[in-house]
């Protein structure tokens, strides 16, 4: 029985390494992907393959993402106490990880079409390089966003083999959106990243300019989603579920200015877990009401 609770306890501590809870933000976009590629649900053996990919792909990718930041995160108080700093878990358990869901995601390519396997190295290649962006380019917001986007086509390819308009402007819309808050969660660490010489929009553009850089990506990710509600002929509950979208995402920016900091943390992750839900749910509605 002890076994089993031990077994059970390092389970929470990996899901929690890889905040495993942050699947919400990108898997519903690749959920509305699927669902647009099959018009409808496609077979389980799809949709079970694309959900073993999508969960493995995403916490490796954030399994290497705390692997090679361990130095960084311990030098930094706001992120000394996550696991590989506090030695919570170690060098060797992180890296097992890594290569548990990694072969996860790419068994399931291979499970999936030709295509997947062909193009399955390019979002591991993403994923690394990723890791590394915020010690050369402000832009490593826009390259978390690219590594995140590439849920919804790689989910559309999964049912289908191929590649359409619609799957790659959900990738930029989810590339848009992530990069956007991403900019917002990291006004907290400007002080620490100046002094690090690492990089990011608000480090080196400063908090005001990039609050509007966030809302920028938003605006534009909004009106994407817009275009899709025309290019996809989709209804009224499509639309409604944009219009909350939208509001959510102007809450999200009305919580967050240069003199209030306080809400960062909700501002850039609880509200956008909702935001992927509520497009999801409404997308779906109006796709099987229809």
């Known amino acids: ?23 919400l933000f990108s898997l519903p976009f690749a959920m509305v992907a699927m669902l647009w590629a099959a018009q409808g649900i496609p ?26 930041d361990r130095n960084i995160d311990a030098k930094n108080p706001r992120t000394a106490g996550r696991h590989l700093p506090s030695g919570q878990v170690n060098v060797g358990e992180v890296m097992g990880l890594i290569i548990v869901c990694f072969a996860l995601y790419l068994l399931a390519a291979f499970m ?15 994923f690394l390089l990723y890791s590394y962006t915020k010690r050369f380019t402000w832009a490593c917001h826009l390259v978390l966003g690219i590594a995140c986007g590439g849920a919804p086509v790689g989910a559309w390819i999964a049912v ?17 959106w992530i990069a956007g808050f991403d900019i917002i969660y990291a006004v907290q660490d400007v002080k620490f990243d100046r002094e690090e010489n690492l990089f990011s ?45 939208g509001l959510l995402l102007a809450i999200e920016h ?36 229809k």
């Open 1 to 23: 029985m002890s076994m089993v609770s031990e077994m059970i306890g390092k389970l929470k501590t990996y899901g929690n390494l890889v905040m495993f809870s942050h699947t």
């Open 43 to 68: 077979s389980l053996w799809t949709f079970v393959w694309i959900l073993l990919a999508l969960v493995g792909a995403r916490n490796g990718a954030n399994a290497i993402n705390r692997l090679v």
């Open 112 to 126: 999936l079409n030709p295509l997947c396997v062909v193009l399955s190295p390019l979002p591991v290649i993403i």
């Open 160 to 176: 289908k083999g191929n590649i359409d308009w619609a799957s790659l402007v959900l990738g930029a819309v989810v590339t848009l």
């Open 201 to 245: 929009i608000p480090s080196i553009f400063g908090v005001k300019n990039a609050l509007m850089i966030s809302t920028l990506f938003h605006i534009v990710a909004v009106g994407m989603l817009l275009h899709l509600y025309f290019y996809r002929n989709m209804g009224w509950l499509y639309l409604t579920g944009l219009g909350i979208v």
């Open 254 to 289: 009305i919580m967050v200015s240069p003199g209030n900091m306080r809400n960062v943390k909700i501002a850039s992750y609880s509200i956008n877990q909702i935001v992927s839900v509520v497009f999801f749910a409404f997308t779906a509605l109006d796709l099987f009401l």
